[in-house]
């Protein structure tokens, strides 16, 4: 998979994507995500990417021509399967989206920024709009991170028991059952009983009944 993010901040994508699990499936050569500065394709020798807003409307809006000329110089390159605007104007990003995108091949996903971006290029170039929350970030570059790691702790290979995947909170729209490690004991709280009884069936069970339990008290509109 590849995956190309376009950015005014690329230096706020760089932490995110040098650690843990993704900066192991990026070595591993599961995906390759590339961040282009927007600024480089910004014109006149201020390097221009935004403007004011026709109407009078307060803050800086991207301009088309910048983001255009990106995404065309991308797609002479290779073929998209989408282009994913992050904004908070837009749909909610959730695990069954980041299932359908990880089998995806390439996909571009374009920050938004300040005031949001001149709407000719959603009308015209984006093929996606995703929010990640009904909240407002200064930028979409944390909700492109938020995306790109959903998507590619999924990959084949990137987390290595796949199971781990497979039973996380929202896969089957249930929150995760609790977990518990070493020591059974601690300050006189107990690992629950069931969880060292060695019983697999009893522990399914057991652990089915929770994320019921547990998604019916905290996310009712789940179920
Ligand atoms: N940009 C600003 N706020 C955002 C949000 N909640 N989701 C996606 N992009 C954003």
């Excluded at 959730?94 to 290029?121: E, M, P, W």
């Excluded at 290595?160 to 490690?181: C, G, H, K, N, R």
Aim: glycine share 6%; charged share 25%.
């Amino acid at each position: 998979m590849r995956i190309d993010i376009i950015t005014v901040l690329p230096q706020l994508l760089q932490g995110p994507f040098n650690h843990s699990i993704i900066n192991r499936t990026v070595k591993a050569g599961l995906v390759e995500i590339t961040i282009h500065d927007l600024r480089e394709y910004g014109l006149g020798k201020h390097r221009q990417v935004d403007d004011y807003a026709y109407g009078g409307e307060a803050g800086m809006v991207l301009m088309i021509e910048p983001i255009f000329n990106i995404i065309n110089k991308l797609k002479s390159e290779r073929e998209y399967d989408a282009i994913i605007y992050t904004t908070p104007d837009a749909e909610t990003w959730n695990q069954k989206t980041a299932n359908h995108f990880s089998t995806l091949k390439n996909i571009i996903i374009l920050c938004g920024h300040y005031k949001g971006i001149d709407q000719r290029v959603r009308d015209n170039l984006i093929t996606h709009e995703f929010s990640i929350g009904d909240y407002v970030l200064t930028g979409g570059e944390l909700a492109a991170a938020v995306l790109v790691d959903s998507i590619v702790r999924l990959l084949p290979g990137a987390i290595s028991d796949e199971q781990s995947a497979l039973s996380d909170s929202f896969q089957d729209d249930l929150l995760a059952p609790p977990v518990y490690t070493r020591p059974a004991e601690f300050n006189n709280w107990q690992v629950p009983e069931v969880l060292l009884s060695g019983n697999t069936a009893k522990i399914d069970k057991w652990k089915e009944e929770k994320a019921i339990e547990r998604t019916k008290q905290i996310r009712p509109d789940l179920l």
